[in-house]
């Protein structure tokens, strides 16, 4: 399958803990974020999206932050478990685009330890 | 698992001979985009296709161009293919091109290697 992992920052968790991956944007334009799952061998899992006018979101054990000020985004996995072990890319949206053009970052290694 | 599907799976060519690629859009999404992601990286957008016409495109040159047809399926063509080009590309499609619903569901993609 494929390895999307190689060259990424890793992130190593104890299963059960809780995990933080972040996220440093680039465009003060943007104003819809996304964050994608991305397992070997498969495409990007839509898991939890924001717009720029909420600073936090809550779906079923992820939450988004959101920091405009300093372009920051962050996802949080409660209680993680080996199966959230993946490649995770956060994904911005410049407003007023007339395409629906995500740019993606470089991705950041989770790997959950049993 | 989405309901978006690409073929083929895997695809090897050589350099300077071109390629197409296939993709079929979730049920009820109207928008197509492509992206290709080298080994290691995230995403880049190739270009989006709306109502069967181009509706945006990224920093790509234009032997990669594309189609899409009256059922949103859509073809990726690539001409004179590089080394460069080996990558796996990623069809997603969407409700929309820019609206309220923005969500983007990803097929598996194609893995293409050029020798």
């Known amino acids: 399958g494929e390895n999307v992992g190689l060259h990424l920052p890793t992130l190593s968790v104890q299963e059960g803990d809780n995990s933080i991956i972040n996220c440093a944007y680039s465009n003060s334009a943007s104003d819809y974020f996304i964050w994608y799952k991305q397992e070997s061998g498969k495409g990007p899992q839509f898991i939890i999206d924001?717009?720029?006018?909420?600073d936090k979101r809550q779906g079923q054990r992820v939450t988004v932050l959101l920091n405009k000020t300093v372009k920051h985004l962050s996802l949080q996995i409660a209680a993680t478990q080996p199966g959230d072990s993946a490649v995770y890319f956060c994904a911005e949206r410049e407003a007023g685009a007339g395409s629906y053009q995500l740019t993606f970052g470089k991705g950041t290694k989770l790997s959950v330890i049993p | 698992e989405t309901g978006v599907t690409q073929s083929p799976t895997h695809l090897i060519k050589t350099r300077g001979q071109q390629v197409t690629l296939r993709c079929s859009s979730q049920s009820g999404h109207n928008t197509v985009s492509w992206y290709q992601q080298a080994l290691g990286q995230g995403p880049q957008f190739i270009f989006q296709y709306y109502r069967e016409e181009e509706n945006g495109r990224g920093n790509f040159p234009p032997r990669f161009s594309g189609l899409q047809f009256p059922n949103y399926s859509s073809e990726l063509n690539v001409n004179a293919l590089e080394l460069d080009d080996s990558a796996l590309y990623l069809c997603?499609?969407?409700?929309?091109?820019?609206?309220?619903?923005?969500?983007?569901?990803f097929g598996p993609g194609t893995r293409l290697t050029v020798t």
């Open positions: 924001i717009r720029s006018n909420m």
């Open positions: 997603a499609s969407s409700r929309d091109p820019a609206g309220t619903n923005y969500e983007q569901y």
